[in-house]
């Protein structure tokens, strides 16, 4: 299975726009990049997810590397509720489904 | 929309007792999948299912742990006989398809073995 590895903690100040980065070097051909995030006693959120192109949406935007090794998740504005851990995952693509194992992920304090 | 709805939220069982763990997907998504978070740990997948159907259990640990997702009615992991080491949050998430989809998350269910 693909691994990811993201920096253990990052830190923003509110408004200002975060790059949350993620390393994923032996990403196969058709491994897509999931992005959930997890607040305090709550459950994982999807924020985005891409194959090889650029994404965004209402939450963030994905920045994927030409060769795929690497992506980093944008948040544009971050807010004092955008404090979570962040997840970079490759879904586990069995016959029958796309579970997901999630790593420790990025802590991201956003400070006022 | 009701999202996905687990409960109960906070679950205290002693040592050998039994522990069942409810979940409701999003209406209208047929599959489920279980995951165990253990203390400053990631999320870990157990087991994934269709209706009336186990499809991936590579998660599952062998013994006491199972899991069910009737036609009618919630899915349901059972852990049998709990030892103190169970004790994590447990969360469900569904899907509305197979196949790359997000999934969606429930709140989880705090399990406390004494």
């Known amino acids: 299975d693909a691994k990811t590895t993201q920096p253990n903690s990052m830190e923003s100040n509110e408004e200002e726009p975060v790059h949350l980065p993620c390393n994923h070097s032996?990403?196969?051909?058709?491994?897509?990049i999931h992005w959930y995030r997890q607040l305090p006693s709550q459950g994982p959120e999807y924020v985005i997810h891409?194959?090889?192109s650029n994404v965004n949406n209402r939450m963030a935007s994905l920045a994927i590397a030409e060769d795929r090794k690497s992506s980093t998740l944008i948040l544009h504005r971050a807010t004092l509720r955008d404090a979570a851990v962040y997840y970079c995952i490759l879904p586990l693509n069995s016959n029958s489904g796309y579970a997901l194992n999630f790593g420790k992920g990025t802590s991201l304090l956003v400070t006022p | 929309n009701a999202g996905v709805m687990q409960n109960p939220r906070h679950l205290v069982r002693r040592r050998g007792q039994e522990a069942r763990l409810r979940c409701s997907p999003v209406k209208g998504h047929s599959h489920v999948y279980w995951y165990r978070q253990l203390p400053e740990e990631g999320l870990k997948f157990m087991v994934y299912?269709?209706?009336?159907?186990?499809?991936?259990e590579s998660g599952m640990p062998k013994e006491r742990f199972s899991a069910e997702f009737p036609k009618e009615g919630p899915s349901i992991l059972r852990i049998q006989q709990v030892v103190r080491g169970d004790s994590a949050a447990y969360f469900c998430?569904?899907?509305?398809?197979?196949?790359?989809?997000?999934?969606?998350f429930g709140d989880g269910t705090r399990l406390s073995i004494l």
């Open positions: 299912l269709q209706k009336e159907n186990i499809i991936d």
């Open positions: 032996t990403i196969s051909g058709t491994d897509y």
């Open positions: 998430a569904s899907s509305p398809q197979q196949g790359n989809q997000p999934q969606h």
């Open positions: 891409g194959l090889t």
